[in-house]
């Protein structure tokens, strides 16, 4: 998983912390490594997941009403706990902040393979759209991209494996689509299901890391996938796994009609 390890430290004096922030599974990791500054123009649908004001975990717009993000974000955690900030290329400031309606967590997440990794938040009250706030075109469903088509991911999550310090400005990287028959020789047959997609760069050096989880993998301006989990951040050899949005579908049109 690619969340904010650091980020315990920051609620030391906030009652409830995020359940996924007292585990390690799956080699936890997720920020944008390899990457550069990115205007929020260029990605409108990216905003920041904030647990009491602090950036913890990334997400997309699917619609005014709707923001797709990670299941292990959400996992133990109340309407209350968490808010989405939208429109800012800057991690804690500016933007619309919106209070969260209701978590739609998918029913089938299995926190112990990070299978069925998804969330659906519906908004409290809809976001003004903008140039720096729209929604992200979704795939058809059982959509398959083919191998080594160019993606980028976005998000606020640390630039190096094993740094304590999250960018202040957005950060996006384009990196590729591996074929699922070479994941999941890396990881194994086991660890990788068709609710999975992978994606990386020869000789790593470009992947998202800590703090990006739940944000967007996009083809072109269509979510093909939500940054999820990896061994590391950007190791050679080890793509970064995301939730693979056309194997998910149904579970937003169920959820929004979308």
């Keep these: 998983m690619k969340f904010v390890v650091l980020f315990a430290l920051v609620l030391a004096t906030v009652s409830a912390v ?11 990791d997720g920020r944008i490594v390899g990457g550069s500054d990115i205007p929020i123009e260029q990605v409108p649908w990216q905003v920041s997941l904030q647990y009491y004001g602090q950036h913890f975990c990334g997400g997309s717009i699917i619609s005014e009403k709707y923001v797709v993000t990670a299941g292990h974000c959400t996992e133990g955690l109340t309407k209350g706990d968490i808010s989405i900030r939208a429109g800012t290329s800057i991690r ?58 160019e993606v980028l991911v976005s998000g606020w999550g640390t630039t190096e494996e094993g740094s304590d310090t999250l960018p202040t400005a957005l950060q996006g990287v384009t990196v590729q689509i591996v074929s699922y028959t070479t994941c999941r020789q890396v990881y194994g047959e086991d660890a990788i299901t068709t609710r999975m997609l992978c994606a990386g760069v020869n000789g790593g050096g470009k992947d998202s890391c800590q703090g990006d989880s739940g944000g967007p993998l996009v083809v072109g301006d269509v979510l093909g996938g939500i940054v999820s989990w990896g061994s590391g951040c950007a190791r050679p050899k080890y793509p970064g796994v995301y939730s693979n949005v056309a194997a998910l579908r149904d579970f937003i049109t169920e959820v929004t009609g979308l």
């Design 18 to 28: 995020p359940p996924f922030l007292h585990k390690n599974k799956f080699f936890p």
């Design 92 to 149: 804690e400031s500016g933007g619309q902040e919106v209070k969260i309606a209701k978590i739609h967590q998918n029913p089938k997440f299995d926190s112990s393979i990070i299978d069925y990794d998804i969330t659906i938040l519906e908004l409290a009250t809809p976001l003004k759209l903008s140039d720096k706030v729209a929604p992200v075109k979704l795939p058809e469903n059982g959509l398959v991209w083919p191998d080594d088509t």
